[in-house]
């Protein structure tokens, strides 16, 4: 069982817009602003596409966006494209012995 | 352009010791506001960190594996190394190194895996 809760899956159509959630407590995503997301690409190693909630790294479409409230993180993507199907992870740091923790992943879809 | 590889053996037995290398390009371990990382993905689940080293020596564990792990660093080679010990089948994963950054500017502070390996599948079995 993962540290931070994730959905299985998302799905949506090109050009619609959805949110992957990510919760976990007030020891990791709640307390500190350091939530990054994932994407991974079947065979693929995992790709940084938003870091310390909301940052976008150089070269990442700006139709990613990431948002924190209380302990709950969300990755938007607006526009969905075919490209954008993957699966999506969230990490926090945690002040708990762990330091690191993951979602379980969420597998998104495009109709 | 930072780089990471891994290169180790892609099956070991179980009980015996699972051994892989990191070798960075681009950048150098002995860098500050680096900590260089192992994190591992079983099978169609998801992603465990495993433990990371900083240029001084000093290391973090996570906890469900630290009695079986050791990390070391080789600044003359550039690279770091991930030993794990008494693996079992539930150790078979794609084993990933990456970088992670942490710093703070005037404004604001960061932490990020901002570069991975490309990953290595190791299988335990006999």
């Known amino acids: 069982q993962s540290a931070l809760t994730q959905p299985a899956s998302v799905s949506g159509s090109p050009g619609q817009s959805i949110t992957i959630s990510c919760t976990g407590t007030?020891?990791?995503?709640?307390?500190?602003?350091?939530v990054s997301w994932f994407q991974q690409h079947p065979g693929k190693a995992p790709k940084l596409i938003i870091s310390?909630?909301?940052n976008r790294p150089s070269g990442v479409s700006n139709r990613f966006s990431g948002s924190k409230s209380g302990n709950t993180a969300s990755l938007t993507i607006s526009g969905l494209q075919a490209e954008d199907e993957a699966h999506y992870y969230c990490?926090?740091?945690?002040?708990?012995?762990?330091?690191?923790?993951f979602g379980g992943g969420t597998k998104l879809t495009v109709l | 352009q930072v780089q990471l590889q891994e290169s180790g053996p892609g099956l070991v037995k179980p009980s015996e010791t699972l051994s892989l290398t990191c070798t960075v390009s681009?950048?150098?371990?002995?860098?500050?506001?680096?900590?260089w990382s192992w994190i591992r993905q079983p099978p169609g689940k998801g992603l465990e960190w495993i433990a990371f080293?900083?240029?001084?020596?000093?290391?973090n564990y996570n906890p469900s594996l630290e009695s079986r792990v050791a990390l070391s660093l080789d600044t003359s080679k550039n690279q770091f190394s991930l030993r794990l010990s008494s693996v079992t089948a539930a150790d078979t994963a794609v084993y990933y190194c990456a970088r992670l950054s942490v710093g703070c500017s005037s404004t604001t502070c960061y932490r990020k895996f901002d570069y991975w390996g490309q990953g290595t599948l190791v299988t335990v079995s006999s």
């Open positions: 007030s020891s990791d995503v709640g307390g500190f602003n350091y």
């Open positions: 310390d909630v909301s």
């Open positions: 990490n926090s740091y945690t002040s708990t012995s762990t330091l690191e923790v």
């Open positions: 080293i900083y240029y001084s020596g000093s290391t």
């Open positions: 681009g950048g150098s371990v002995s860098s500050g506001n680096y900590f």
